[in-house]
């Protein structure tokens, strides 16, 4: 059975001047130098400060994974206001967040337009954390496993094999739980992380991949996580890392969960 590492990455949402940014970036680079090597970690800045915190957490003694928070599918064009995945990759960062539920909920994005950019993403080389889950209504009406697999089918649907769909990180994020206080407790996150890597695992057959390459797959899980609650998600079979929002805008909160990943 293969084994995952743990990633822990952090979503600074529409927080930080550039050099607040920056700031927080090397505050991180130096405190995780302290903590045991274990988690990856990642971080996922407004676009206008990519440059400054991938120069910021260049040549420290542990890697920071450095992303955006969206992309535009497109390569190129008459889009104002957007960014492309070349665009992002041209400032050193490596991966991109895609289907964030802010995305899908504030700013009606819709399924397959995730999945585009998803597939964007990979034809230029930039690596997609694709986030589904779903909102308190259709969880109180039990419809969180058809929300979550539709958002995957989507998702995932123009990848062309099984070398795409390695490449692709999940993270589910319950939309009742992000920014709310309300954490889906760990034994609710790993049902539908269970699911969601039985899910990946159909999928990876159906493009000609195996039952191994699901699971390998990362899947993080996002929502109110807190210093305080981390480990114990962690300590889940299929909950490989988190994604954390608030939390992640202090060194020392965002640390202190790195820390419960190592
Ligand atoms: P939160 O946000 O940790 O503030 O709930 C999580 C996210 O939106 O990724």
């Known amino acids: 059975m293969p084994t995952r590492p743990t990633f822990i990455a952090g979503n600074w949402k529409m927080h930080k001047t550039v050099s607040e940014a920056r700031l927080l970036a090397s505050e991180l680079l130096k405190g ?23 120069e910021a957490v260049r040549g420290g003694s542990r890697s920071i994974i450095v992303g955006s928070q969206n992309i535009h599918p497109a390569v190129q064009g008459a889009y104002t206001g957007e ?28 399924d397959a337009e995730s999945g585009k950019k998803v597939a964007a993403a990979l ?34 649907a123009g990848l062309r094999g099984p070398e795409d769909l390695r ?12 920014g709310t206080g309300k954490t889906a407790t760990p034994e609710l996150a790993q049902e539908v992380h269970a699911f969601v890597r039985r899910r990946l695992g159909t999928i990876y057959k159906e493009k000609g991949g195996t039952a191994d ?50």
């Open 32 to 54: 995780l130098a302290a903590i045991p090597p274990g988690a990856q970690v990642a971080i996922f800045p407004p676009s206008i400060a990519l440059t400054a915190v991938v």
């Open 213 to 262: 390459d699901a699971e390998a797959g990362l899947i993080l899980y996002g929502g109110s996580v807190q210093p305080g609650n981390a480990a114990e998600l962690l300590a889940k079979p299929d909950i490989d890392g988190l994604l954390v929002g608030g939390a992640s805008l202090t060194a020392a909160s965002f640390l202190a969960i790195c820390g419960a990943g190592s």
């Open 167 to 178: 490449k692709v990180i999940i993270a589910y994020e319950p939309v009742w739980a992000i």
């Open 83 to 110: 960014i492309s995945a070349a665009m992002v990759l041209s400032t050193g960062a490596t991966h991109t967040l895609v289907g964030h539920s802010e995305r899908r909920h504030v700013f009606h994005e819709q």
């Open 123 to 156: 034809e230029q080389g930039l690596l997609p954390v694709l986030c589904v889950g779903e909102k308190i209504e259709e969880r109180e009406s039990g419809r969180t496993e058809e929300v979550v697999s539709r958002q995957l089918k989507s998702g995932l």
